[in-house]
């Protein structure tokens, strides 16, 4: 059964900074890893889709890699700016597609203005 | 589009009490997912639909929760009876295609079981 983690659990940088997001998978038999959003009371927001084909995916500041061989991504941060302050939650997608997506239980974000 | 609207956004209710969950998926989209979010165990999916049909509920707690979609707009996820543990954030999602692409999620509705 896939096993997605991520570490920290919490962080929290002053604004300016770079920053990298663990997230750890159990199986490398994935089909695609995506990195999401969640702002406090709201739902999930896609980021970031990596195909089990790509070793990486960039949207503006934000740069996710991708290594199955090892079960890693990272999502780096640019910059990082208050408005960034979220949870940040890593889910991969197994089976072929079939099994659905298996989620981390996320990286709390905080950036100190 | 207005994106996944789901209600109510919160509700408390008494153990034992019926909760109905509602779901209005994107239009256009094929896939709609039901998710559970908690603190223990963070998201799980429960069920998801594909053109309106159960395709797998395998993560349905147990017979206390059902889901239906009877049309292409309109969703459901039931409990009943409910009990406290059964306090979660319940996640609507759709996407257009079971993999691969965006998944849209709503804002959720926040159950709590006293």
């Known amino acids: 059964k896939q096993e997605v983690t991520q570490i920290p659990a919490a962080l929290s940088v002053p604004e300016g900074e770079n920053l990298v997001l663990n997230c750890s998978f159990t199986?490398?038999?994935?089909?695609?890893l995506q990195w999401f959003r969640q702002d406090p009371g709201k739902g999930l927001t896609s980021l970031l889709l990596?195909?089990?084909?790509?070793r990486e995916q960039t949207s503006g500041r934000l740069n996710a890699s991708l290594d199955k061989s090892s079960g890693r991504s990272t999502l780096y941060i640019a910059a990082s700016q208050p408005g960034d302050s979220a949870t940040y939650l890593c889910?991969?997608?197994?089976?072929?597609?079939?099994?659905?997506?298996?989620f981390g239980k996320g990286t709390h974000l905080i950036i100190q203005p | 589009d207005a994106g996944v609207i789901q209600s109510p956004r919160h509700e408390v209710t008494e153990m034992g009490q019926e909760v109905t969950l509602r779901c209005k998926p994107i239009?256009?989209?094929?896939?709609l997912f039901w998710y559970r979010q908690t603190m223990m165990r963070g998201l799980e999916l429960l069920i998801y639909f594909n053109n309106n049909v159960p395709i797998d509920d395998s993560g349905m707690p147990e017979d206390r929760f059902s889901a239906k979609m009877p049309n292409a707009s309109f969703s459901t996820l039931k409990i009943q009876p409910s009990e406290p543990r059964d306090s979660a954030v319940y996640f609507c999602?759709?996407?257009?295609?079971?993999?691969?692409?965006?998944?849209?999620f709503g804002e959720g509705s926040w159950l709590t079981v006293v």
């Open positions: 889910a991969v997608e197994s089976g072929g597609g079939a099994d659905g997506l298996t």
């Open positions: 199986d490398s038999a994935i089909y695609n």
């Open positions: 999602a759709s996407a257009r295609t079971r993999s691969g692409n965006t998944i849209y």
């Open positions: 239009s256009g989209h094929d896939y």
């Open positions: 990596i195909q089990s084909s790509q």
